[in-house]
């Protein structure tokens, strides 16, 4: 059994390894008299930060020279645990080279550029809480231009143990943030957990795994920017330390920022409670006889699905017609069960953890950009169902001469041209911009943006007759043809219910677009699949098991002792359960015949009359 112990020493030194070059890839802010003023950048200021004018020009000089549209100082003295919880979760070296991400830092202080801090419209900038100042740092990297990056400066740091959990929650670091603090807790306490049960296994090799792990601190950061002022006491008592510090964290005070996020649920659950109590089964409006794509009477029940995603209360049939293959949601979604369902999902409560899984799939982005490249390069762009623009941001690098606009009903849209992201922004339904755009616009993209409309032909209609001859239209939906379709059903993720109404078979697609003019120039299947679909069916699951228990419409607040242990089972449980998930993937993805996936990318070129 000795061999354990070495397994669990071998995997703490490479830990170690691994958060040291992160630690080394932190910059420091150069020394010398700054010679400038603030001029074009402004400060962002933490409540228990003391930062010397002097120290914010020079960060301001040195954002300048580096063409850095935010910097985040670090205290030179950051303590033990803090460092560790910002080396955890960022690499400062990457960070520094993703233009896309989400803005990080250590939570002291920042400059950035004026211009974006109003667009940003801020409402404080000083006298922040740890939690204030990680959402506004999150929410700043959308707006700064140019690059953002870290730099270890002369700043004395606090003790803020207090905080930590609001710091970790208001990052979006986990979906949902309430596992902030379960995710870091666990981690923390399986690895301390292991490290005590070396003891167990032999006195003398479990005594130096001991050591080993209360040493580390001095492997992470001796010798390395950053100076940690608790460095001896936080290593040599770290045996000690780390359950106290989860604790600490655990039974802290809420902070301001905590308490106005307890408020807004509060005021949400309210709204929810009404509406549920009403009754979901009234979201849903009449079923049709016949399938909304082809007409024909002959439909066959599919699967019935739940909201995977948010885990809002209702039942939603899908329906599959046997002619042509087309699946709906039968019955549809009235009018005021889409505002229901869609409350929350994208701005509100949902806002940070909408922003941190749009930034993560800049790839697709950028894909499908490179795809319209090879055939064209256009003067002006709309792209229908935007969002906050995420896409646009992306495909602007490919294409920076190219006039973006952006179409949404959520007011995500009118954000995205704060952050410049966009040029003209339309919050209406795009069945109502036709006449004024027609003849604008080169290419239009409907990107994962046709399975939530409540006709999709209607929709294609528009673009047809907003596209001039030679004008391209590119569309990306999830496919319902995969086999995993099939197979995991009302896990599937792109059904993604309630929100998508309709699921389009391509060939479908192909021919509704050669009814309107349109000639399929390029189609991607394969190249356009969309992550696993195991694992996020895994992660659904253990969803519906009730991780996020705060939401609002879960039910009473607080939380009783049987929902806490409800979700620390299921957060216990999602580990092994979407690790077969990932696994699974990765023995089926050989198989996979190469025009099957979970996603396909059609690009038509408009063809003259």
Same mark, same amino acid.
């Given at each position: 059994?000795?061999?354990?112990?070495?397994?669990?020493?071998?995997?703490?030194?490479?830990?170690?390894?691994?958060?040291?070059?992160?630690?080394?890839?932190?910059?420091?802010?150069?020394?010398?008299?700054?010679?400038h003023l603030m001029d074009g950048y402004a400060p962002v200021?933490?409540?228990?930060?003391?930062?010397?004018?002097?120290?914010?020009?020079?960060?301001?000089?040195?954002?300048?020279?580096?063409?850095?549209?935010?910097?985040?100082?670090?205290?030179?003295?950051?303590?033990?645990?803090?460092?560790?919880?910002?080396?955890?979760?960022?690499?400062?070296?990457?960070?520094?080279?993703?233009?896309?991400?989400?803005?990080?830092?250590?939570?002291?202080?920042?400059?950035?550029?004026? &211009?974006? !801090?109003? %667009?940003?419209?801020? /409402? *404080?900038?000083?006298?922040?809480?740890?939690? +204030?100042? @990680?959402?506004?740092?999150?929410?700043?990297?959308?707006?700064?231009?140019?690059?953002?990056?870290?730099?270890?400066?002369?700043?004395?740091?606090?003790?803020?143990?207090?905080?930590?959990?609001?710091?970790?929650?208001?990052?979006?670091?986990?979906?949902?943030?309430?596992?902030?603090?379960?995710?870091?807790?666990?981690?923390?306490?399986?690895?301390?957990?292991?490290?005590?049960?070396?003891?167990?296994?032999?006195?003398?090799?479990?005594?130096?795994?001991?050591?080993?792990?209360?040493?580390?601190?001095?492997?992470?950061?001796?010798?390395?920017?950053?100076?940690?002022?608790?460095?001896?006491?936080?290593?040599?008592?770290?045996?000690?330390?780390?359950?106290?510090?989860?604790?600490?964290?655990?039974?802290?005070?809420?902070?301001?920022?905590?308490? &106005?996020? !307890?408020? %807004?649920?509060?005021? /949400? *659950?309210?709204?929810?409670?009404?509406?549920? +109590?009403? @009754?979901?089964?009234?979201?849903?409006?009449?079923?049709?006889?016949?399938?909304?794509?082809?007409?024909?009477?002959?439909?066959?029940?599919?699967?019935?699905?739940?909201?995977?995603?948010?885990?809002?209360?209702?039942?939603?049939?899908?329906?599959?017609?046997?002619?042509?293959?087309?699946?709906?949601?039968?019955?549809?979604?009235?009018?005021?069960?889409?505002?229901?369902?869609?409350?929350?999902?994208?701005?509100?409560?949902?806002?940070?953890?909408?922003?941190?899984?749009?930034?993560?799939?800049?790839?697709?982005?950028?894909?499908?950009?490179?795809?319209?490249?090879?055939?064209?390069?256009?003067?002006?762009?709309?792209?229908?169902?935007?969002?906050?623009?995420?896409?646009?941001?992306?495909?602007?690098?490919?294409?920076?001469?190219?006039?973006?606009?952006? !179409?949404?009903?959520?007011?995500?849209?009118?954000?995205?041209?704060?952050?410049?992201?966009?040029?003209?922004?339309?919050?209406r339904p795009f069945l109502d911009v036709g006449a004024e755009?027609?003849?604008?616009?080169?290419?239009?993209?409907?990107?994962?943006?046709?399975?939530?409309?409540?006709?999709?032909?209607?929709?294609?209609?528009?673009?047809?007759?907003?596209?001039?001859?030679?004008?391209?239209?590119?569309?990306?939906?999830?496919?319902?043809?995969?086999?995993?379709?099939?197979?995991?059903?009302?896990?599937?993720?792109?059904?993604?219910?309630?929100?998508?109404?309709?699921?389009?078979?391509?060939?479908?697609?192909?021919?509704?677009?050669?009814?309107?003019?349109?000639?399929?120039?390029?189609?991607?299947?394969?190249?356009?699949?969309?992550?696993?679909?195991?694992?996020?069916?895994?992660?659904?699951?253990?969803?519906?098991?009730?991780?996020?228990?705060?939401?609002?419409?879960?039910?009473?607040?607080?939380?009783?002792?049987?929902?806490?242990?409800?979700?620390?089972?299921?957060?216990?449980?999602?580990?092994?359960?979407?690790?077969?998930?990932?696994?699974?993937?990765?023995?089926?993805?050989?198989?996979?015949?190469?025009?099957?996936?979970?996603?396909?990318?059609?690009?038509?070129?408009?063809?003259?009359?």
């Amino acid at each position: 059994m000795n061999w354990i112990v070495w397994l669990v020493a071998a995997c703490v030194l490479a830990n170690g390894l691994r958060l040291r070059r992160r630690v080394t890839g932190l910059g420091v802010l150069p020394r010398g008299r700054a010679v400038h003023l603030m001029d074009g950048y402004a400060p962002v200021l933490a409540e228990d930060a003391d930062v010397p004018d002097h120290v914010l020009r020079a960060a301001a000089d040195h954002a300048r020279a580096n063409g850095l549209g935010m910097l985040d100082l670090v205290p030179r003295d950051l303590p033990v645990q803090q460092a560790l919880d910002l080396v955890r979760h960022v690499d400062p070296r990457a960070y520094r080279k993703d233009r896309f991400g989400m803005g990080r830092g250590a939570g002291y202080a920042l400059v950035v550029d004026e &211009a974006a !801090l109003e %667009r940003s419209q801020a /409402a *404080r900038v000083t006298g922040l809480d740890a939690g +204030e100042m @990680g959402e506004l740092t999150t929410r700043l990297r959308f707006y700064a231009d140019g690059d953002a990056d870290m730099a270890v400066a002369p700043i004395r740091a606090t003790d803020r143990v207090a905080q930590r959990r609001a710091w970790l929650r208001s990052q979006a670091l986990t979906l949902p943030s309430s596992l902030a603090l379960p995710q870091t807790s666990y981690a923390a306490g399986a690895g301390y957990l292991l490290v005590l049960s070396g003891l167990l296994v032999d006195l003398r090799l479990g005594l130096g795994l001991v050591a080993l792990y209360s040493l580390l601190p001095y492997l992470v950061f001796l010798g390395t920017p950053l100076r940690p002022a608790d460095l001896h006491r936080a290593s040599w008592l770290r045996i000690v330390h780390t359950p106290l510090t989860i604790w600490r964290t655990l039974c802290a005070a809420r902070t301001r920022w905590e308490r &106005a996020l !307890l408020a %807004r649920r509060e005021e /949400a *659950r309210a709204g929810y409670r009404a509406d549920i +109590e009403a @009754g979901v089964e009234r979201f849903l409006g009449e079923r049709r006889e016949d399938c909304p794509w082809c007409g024909a009477r002959d439909l066959a029940p599919h699967v019935v699905t739940r909201d995977t995603m948010m885990v809002k209360p209702g039942r939603f049939p899908l329906e599959r017609c046997r002619r042509c293959g087309h699946v709906f949601q039968n019955p549809q979604l009235t009018g005021e069960g889409l505002d229901f369902y869609y409350r929350d999902a994208y701005d509100g409560l949902g806002d940070m953890a909408a922003e941190r899984i749009l930034s993560s799939t800049t790839g697709d982005y950028i894909a499908r950009a490179r795809l319209v490249e090879r055939f064209t390069t256009p003067r002006a762009w709309l792209d229908v169902g935007t969002g906050k623009g995420h896409f646009c941001r992306a495909a602007r690098t490919v294409f920076p001469d190219t006039e973006f606009d952006g !179409l949404d009903m959520g007011d995500g849209v009118e954000e995205a041209a704060r952050r410049g992201w966009i040029g003209r922004s339309f919050r209406r339904p795009f069945l109502d911009v036709g006449a004024e755009t027609a003849g604008r616009y080169d290419v239009v993209s409907m990107n994962h943006y046709l399975e939530h409309t409540t006709d999709p032909h209607a929709e294609l209609d528009m673009a047809a007759k907003m596209l001039g001859d030679g004008g391209y239209l590119l569309l990306e939906m999830p496919d319902p043809e995969s086999p995993f379709a099939t197979l995991l059903r009302g896990l599937y993720l792109p059904y993604l219910p309630p929100q998508h109404l309709h699921m389009i078979p391509v060939g479908n697609l192909r021919e509704a677009l050669a009814d309107r003019g349109f000639e399929v120039v390029a189609e991607q299947r394969r190249e356009a699949r969309r992550g696993f679909d195991v694992a996020p069916a895994a992660a659904a699951l253990v969803n519906r098991m009730g991780l996020d228990i705060e939401r609002p419409w879960a039910g009473a607040y607080p939380p009783g002792a049987l929902q806490y242990l409800r979700a620390n089972l299921a957060f216990m449980a999602a580990v092994p359960i979407v690790g077969v998930g990932v696994l699974l993937d990765l023995l089926t993805m050989p198989f996979l015949r190469g025009d099957r996936s979970n996603t396909y990318r059609l690009l038509a070129r408009k063809s003259p009359a």
